[in-house]
T-cell receptor
Framework: AQSVTQLGSHVSVSEGALVLLRCNYS??????LFWYVQYPNQGLQLLLK??????LVKGINGFEAEFKKSETSFHLTKPSAHMSDAAEYFC????????????FGAGTRLFVKA | DSGVTQTPKHLITATGQRVTLRCSPR?????VYWYQQSLDQGLQFLIQ???????AKGNILERFSAQQFPDLHSELNLSSLELGDSALYFC???????????FGPGTRLTVL
């Protein structure tokens, strides 16, 4: 069984500040992990993904995430927030065994203050 | 542009009515997913098809049904509509189940 927990439904940062969005997962098999972003009135789009190999994954728009197996975490970070980063972010997990179920977290809305 | 298309973009209808939402996956993708997103419920997984067969079911009401056709496009049928069914409905596709999903722009359904 799998589950995803995103800590904090809302996160507010100042422009230029570090962005940290937290995601913890549980999975009975090694996971594939994803972060998606949703801008207002749009569908979700993939930011980055972890499948195997390097645990630090770089994505689009300067975001990166680190897979920490011991902590069952996949937190999303960006060193310096831009106003354009304001959006909703979803963490997701699926089994790496080719299973068919992807579980999405509840989402974290990021606000960026000028 | 994700390559996933959804029609219509907007739909306004009345309670008790039936509507059909259509989704065309990215070329080569065999798996199609349907999601409902509303302010109070967030993003809810409804159902998944893989190469024409139902593979996973989420929080899909009995009034809702879906299918995936031989050409891999999918339709989501919503019947006996209620005010609470007003939401954004997203379709997504992936090559296989469990891979990253590519989302369409959504259909905004308003039930009056």
């Amino acid at each position: 069984a799998q589950s995803v927990t995103q800590l904090g439904s809302h996160v507010s940062v100042s422009e230029g500040a570090l962005v940290l969005l937290r995601c913890n997962y549980s999975s009975s098999v090694p996971p594939y992990l994803f972060w998606y972003v949703q801008y207002p009135n749009q569908g979700l789009q993939l930011l980055l993904k972890y499948t195997t190999g390097a645990t630090l994954v770089k994505g689009i728009n300067g975001f990166e995430a680190e897979f920490k197996k011991s902590e069952t975490s996949f937190h999303l970070t960006k060193p310096s927030a831009h106003m354009s980063d304001a959006a909703e972010y979803f963490c997701a997990v699926s089994p790496n065994t080719g299973g068919f179920k992807t579980i999405f977290g509840a989402g974290t809305r990021l606000f960026v203050k000028a | 542009d994700s390559g996933v298309t959804q029609t219509p973009k907007h739909l306004i209808t009345a309670t008790g009515q039936r509507v059909t939402l259509r989704c065309s996956p990215r070329s080569g993708d065999l798996s199609v997913y349907w999601y409902q997103q509303s302010l109070d419920q967030g993003l809810q997984f409804l159902i998944q098809y893989y190469n024409g067969e139902e593979r996973a079911k989420g929080n899909i009401l009995e009034r809702f049904s879906a299918q995936q056709f031989p050409d891999l496009h999918s339709e989501l049928n919503l019947s006996s509509l209620e005010l609470g069914d007003s939401a954004l409905y997203f379709c997504a596709s992936s090559v296989l189940g469990g891979n990253e999903q590519f989302f369409g722009p959504g259909t905004r359904l308003t039930v009056l």
